[in-house]
C-alpha cells in the first residue's frame, strides 16, 4: 500500500473544499481481490446486506420481492467480513491521512458506512443530495469518510457528486425534505446545486469526505456493476450520544483495536 503524509496544501484543501481525492492510494491487486471477495459474498448472499429495495429511494423496487428486490446495495458490516476488509481500514495507507486530518486517538465506526457499496447497471438508484450528518448523532458534524474506488467509477456509471465547500453552508430546514435531502426543486437552492461536480476516481484511488457535505449520486448507465469501500472515522473527542445508533457498535481505533 501506498503510505503518504498530506501536503499542507493538501490539507487546506480539505479544510476549504470538503473533500480531497488521493489517487492511487490502494495497488491493483488489492483492489482486484476485494472485488473478488465481494463478488463471493453476494454470490452467496452473505448477510447482513442492504438492498436497492430497503433505501425507498425513488426508482428502487417496491419491496424485495418485486423484480428487481434481491438487487444489493450494499455489503454491510465490512469491518468484520474478512481481515482483508479489515486491514484496510486501520491500515497506515488510509491512518496517516486521516490522523493528519483528525488527530491522535482518531477511530473508526462500525455503525456508519463500513460497507462495501454496490451500484447495479439495471436496479439501481440515484441517490439525493445528502449530508451524511444528517442521520448520525456524534458531538459534532465532523467526520471524515474514505471512498476506495474498487474499479474506475465515472458519471456514466454513477460516481460521486459533490458540492464543493458546502460543509460550510448553513442550511434551513424549509431547504430539505422531510427524508433530510437538498430540494431540487427550491429556487433557494439553485445557487448552491450550481457549484454541483463529478469526482470520477480510477481503480485504487480514495474520496476523502466531510460528514457534512452535500454529496448525491447518479444510477449505474452501464453494464458492470460498480463497487467501493467505505469506512467513517471520527476524532477522539468526537464521541457518539449514548443510546444514538451512532453509539451502538463498538469503535475501531487505527491500530485495529475495538473499544
Not at 500500500?1 to 492511487?24: D, N
Not at 419491496?63 to 428487481?68: C, D, F, L, T, Y
Not at 450520544?241 to 487505527?254: M, Q, Y
Request: charged content about 15%.
Amino acid at each position: 500500500m501506498v503510505t503518504t503524509m498530506l501536503t499542507a496544501a493538501q490539507i487546506q484543501e480539505f479544510q476549504e473544499q470538503g473533500f480531497l481525492v488521493l489517487p492511487q492510494l490502494a495497488p491493483t491487486t488489492f483492489c482486484d481481490a476485494v472485488l473478488q471477495f465481494a463478488m463471493q459474498q453476494l454470490q452467496a448472499q452473505a448477510q447482513p446486506i442492504e438492498y436497492e429495495a430497503d433505501t425507498r429511494y425513488p426508482g428502487a423496487p417496491a419491496s424485495r420481492e418485486a423484480e428487481g428486490g434481491h438487487t444489493a446495495r450494499r455489503l454491510l458490516q465490512a469491518y468484520a467480513r474478512s481481515p482483508l476488509l479489515a486491514d484496510w481500514a486501520t491500515g497506515a495507507a488510509l491512518a496517516t491521512p486521516l490522523l493528519q486530518l483528525l488527530g491522535a486517538g482518531a477511530k473508526m465506526s462500525q455503525a456508519h458506512h463500513n460497507c462495501i457499496m454496490t451500484k447495479q447497471p439495471r436496479y439501481s438508484t440515484a441517490t439525493g443530495w445528502h449530508r451524511d450528518s444528517r442521520y448520525w448523532n456524534f458531538a459534532r458534524a465532523e467526520l471524515v469518510s474514505a471512498w476506495l474506488a474498487l474499479r474506475n467509477e465515472t458519471v456514466e456509471n454513477g460516481c460521486l457528486l459533490v458540492i464543493p465547500g458546502s460543509h460550510k453552508t448553513p442550511v434551513q430546514s424549509e431547504q430539505l425534505d422531510e427524508a433530510q435531502f437538498l430540494r431540487t426543486d427550491l429556487a433557494q437552492n439553485q445557487g448552491l446545486l450550481a457549484r454541483a461536480v463529478p469526482v470520477p476516481l480510477q481503480q485504487g484511488d480514495v474520496l476523502l469526505f466531510h460528514s457534512n457535505l452535500f454529496h448525491a449520486a447518479g444510477r449505474n448507465q452501464t453494464g458492470d456493476t460498480k463497487f467501493s469501500m467505505v469506512f467513517t472515522y471520527r476524532a477522539a473527542d468526537n464521541t457518539p450520544r449514548a443510546g444514538s445508533r451512532s453509539a451502538s457498535l463498538a469503535e475501531i481505533s487505527l491500530s485495529g483495536e475495538q473499544i
